[in-house]
């Protein structure tokens, strides 16, 4: 496990390379001698000079794309959260592996390899209305599964994830980062009635209370309030930047 201890974690998210100045030029020189009017790509021009300063490289390539979708179960969904219930991330995963929902379709479009990653389905997260969705073992586990995910062979990484009832700690790992209160960044995820809304920004409120403590500390915030897949993410994104 590259992570042994959230000071480890937090070193690592302070030790990020800058990316290459020199790479981008390059190719924002290269862009002006090609025949065509200088800019007339637009924004491709631009995208073209990002991959260039984040891959080093003065010919960006993308000969090898790859999408991880991260899965995972959520205890908060205990509080009516969800419109549907956990048992429905197991089944979203079959249909992933079997080729059948939409991100497959964009992956085979971009011409982009596909990873579907579920994250210790059969033991969701804490519910954070109640207790801690991760003790530190756990959140360090979800980060460094994400981390480990990412290959240096790999030239763009595109990341997603899976999970009933994630809507919820997502908006309040943002209330609790950005501020503004629970109603203000929740929504009805997959169409939860009134009642359900009512229910989602209730139990966020609670989080954000029973949990004041942590709040000051970005990475007890997503161990506290977050879910595995949101982890895994962070863990891949720090993998990709490193």
């Known amino acids: 496990m590259p992570f042994k201890s959230l000071d480890e974690l937090r070193a690592a998210c302070l030790d990020l390379p800058a990316g290459s100045d020199a790479a981008a030029n390059a190719v924002a020189r290269r862009q002006d001698t090609l025949t065509k009017p200088q800019g007339s790509l637009g924004r491709l021009e631009t995208i073209a000079a990002w991959l260039a300063r984040w891959q080093g490289r003065d010919m960006p390539k993308l000969d090898r794309v790859k999408v991880f979708v991260f899965a995972g179960n959520h205890g908060v969904t205990a ?138 500390d970005p990475l007890k915030i997503a161990a506290t309030l977050g879910g595995r897949e949101l982890a895994a993410i962070f863990g891949a994104t720090l993998a990709a930047r490193h």
């Open 79 to 216: 509080q009516g959260v969800s419109a549907f219930p956990s048992e429905v991330t197991v089944q979203m995963v079959a249909n992933f592996a079997g080729g059948g929902a939409a991100i497959n379709q964009l992956a085979r479009i971009a011409g982009a390899e596909l990873d579907v990653i579920p994250l210790d389905l059969d033991h969701p997260t804490g519910d954070f209305t109640q207790a801690a969705a991760m003790d530190e073992t756990a959140f360090l586990a979800a980060v460094s599964a994400g981390y480990d995910a990412v290959t240096n062979d790999i030239d763009l990484v595109c990341f997603g994830e899976m999970g009933i009832g994630n809507t919820t700690p997502a908006a309040a790992i943002s209330a609790a980062l950005f501020g503004g209160g629970a109603e203000k960044w929740t929504g009805r995820g997959t169409g939860v009635d009134d009642a359900g809304l009512k229910r989602k920004v209730t139990a966020i409120e609670a989080g954000l209370k029973r949990h004041a403590d942590a709040l000051t």
